[in-house]
Structures are given as C-alpha cells and as structure tokens.
C-alpha cells in the first residue's frame, strides 16, 4: 500500500494530464535539448558539476577497476562522461529515451575522445535491453522522478545488475530547514521556470520540473521504495543543503 502510494506520485506530467508520461517527457526533452546543459549550469549556478561529482566519489569501487557502468535517464551525457574520467578503465553505456538528448552525448563523447569507453543507446529504463547480472553500477542524474512507473524502473535496475554491484541515484530533493526550504520553493516555483521559458523552447518544461521535485518520494522514502525493489543497505545524502541527495543501494 505504501509503495503504490508512492508510485502514484508520479503521475505529474509536462504537458497535460491525459495520455503518457513517457511520450510527454520524451517531446519535453527533445524540445529542450539544445539548451539543456548550459541551463544546467546557469540555473544550478554551476554546482550541478560538483553534485555529479560527490555521486562519483560514493561508489565504493577502485577508480582502477575495469567496471561495467550503466547510466540511465543520461540526456546528453554529462554524469557519463564524467565517470569514464573518474573511473579510467571502466566502460559506460548511456541511455535515454530522448533521442535528442542521445545525439548531443554523442557529439560531447567524441569532444572528449571517449568514445572507445561510452556508448549512447537509445533505451527506456522500465524496460532495459540488457540481460540480468551485466552491470557493476547503475548510476543516475536527475533522471528517476520522470520515470512513468517508478517501481518498474526501479526493479528493472535490480535485474540488470550484479550481485554485489552498486546503485547510485542523484536526484532532486526539498530542503527541510528555515530559511533554504523557502527559498527552494521560491527559486524553483518563480524564478527558474521564468528564466527557462525565456531561454528554451519548451514554456512548461521548467515548471514541470518544479512539479516533479515536488511529487517525487524524497529522502527515507525513496530509500524505502529501493529496498522493497530488493536493494540493501539503502541510504542517502542530502547535497547543498538538502536541494539534492545522493541515493545508494546493492545488490
């Protein structure tokens, strides 16, 4: 009862609420695509890089391991690219539904000469092309609250990966201290969906977000939802505050 509770949730949609979330969120992203990272850094003010970079140094792997890295939900790219570099001898599958999104993390793999180690893959996370006990780690960027079926996304991580193997999900949170809590609800219900309409394509895309983070079962919840999936030693933590965390589970 609990975990569909939590699954409902998540039924906030882009654009209306008919029809898929799926369908709505792949429009959305191809719509945004050409501006997405440099929105990125613009309305993060630049720390999205070090949030990637604190869901990197969690995974209790050797940098010199030769690990099978899955990054779901990648967009263009970036939490990929920057755990081929953290992890030197590791190869990275990117997928993503967004096929836009796809060819931009082509065009920054080849930028970074990477691409004998990362490979951008159409795929939908609810229903992975990979057989069960490939991965060693299954990492993810802000990706898992525009998941259609949380709990299906979530389970098909489990399958995928290797016993022992390592989950590690950054994804939006809502600060629970005075003053940062109201300040968040301010910046990303005002602020941040006025500067995107003004700099993307897409008028709903950051007020979606806005109504995603505020839906998505954050904190103990979200660990919750990862051990009922199957996944042990479940925890997270909070980032800047409490504006993101990092969410950590194995198989």
Same mark, same amino acid.
């Given at each position: 009862m609990y975990l569909?509770?939590?699954? &409902?949730? =998540?039924?906030?949609?882009?654009?209306?609420?008919?029809?898929?979330?799926k369908q709505q969120?792949?429009?959305m992203f191809d719509n945004i695509s050409g501006t997405y990272d440099?929105?990125?850094?613009?309305l993060s003010l630049g720390i999205d890089r070090y949030w990637r970079k604190k869901t990197l140094a969690s995974i209790s792997f050797n940098p010199q391991d030769e690990l099978k890295?899955?990054?779901?939900a990648?967009?263009?790219?970036?939490?990929?690219?920057?755990?081929?570099?953290?992890f030197n001898h590791a190869n990275v599958i990117a997928t993503d539904v967004s096929e836009k999104m796809l060819e931009i993390g082509r065009q920054k793999v080849l930028k970074h000469q990477l691409q004998? &180690?990362? =490979?951008?893959q159409f795929a939908d996370a609810e229903q992975l092309p990979f057989p069960e006990n490939k991965f060693d780690v299954i990492s993810a960027a802000f990706g898992v609250r525009n998941f259609e079926n949380l709990n299906k996304g979530i389970t098909e991580m489990h399958r995928v990966i290797k016993p022992g193997g390592q989950i590690v999900i950054l994804e939006f949170s809502r600060p629970r201290v005075f003053p940062i809590k109201q300040l968040f609800q301010i910046?990303?219900?005002f602020i941040l969906p006025l500067i995107g309409r003004l700099l993307s394509k897409d008028e709903r895309a950051y007020n979606y977000l806005f109504e995603s983070v505020q839906q998505f079962p954050d904190f103990e919840r979200f660990t919750a939802i990862l051990e009922a999936s199957g996944f042990k030693n479940c925890s997270y933590k909070p980032l800047t505050f409490g504006i993101c965390s990092i969410y950590i589970g194995y198989k």
């Open positions: 569909c509770l939590e699954i &409902r949730t =998540l039924l906030v949609n882009p654009y209306t609420s008919e029809g898929s979330k969120v792949i429009r440099f929105l990125n850094s613009l890295i899955l990054d779901i990648s967009g263009t790219g970036a939490l990929a690219i920057q755990a081929a570099k953290a004998d &180690r990362i =490979l951008c910046y990303f219900k």
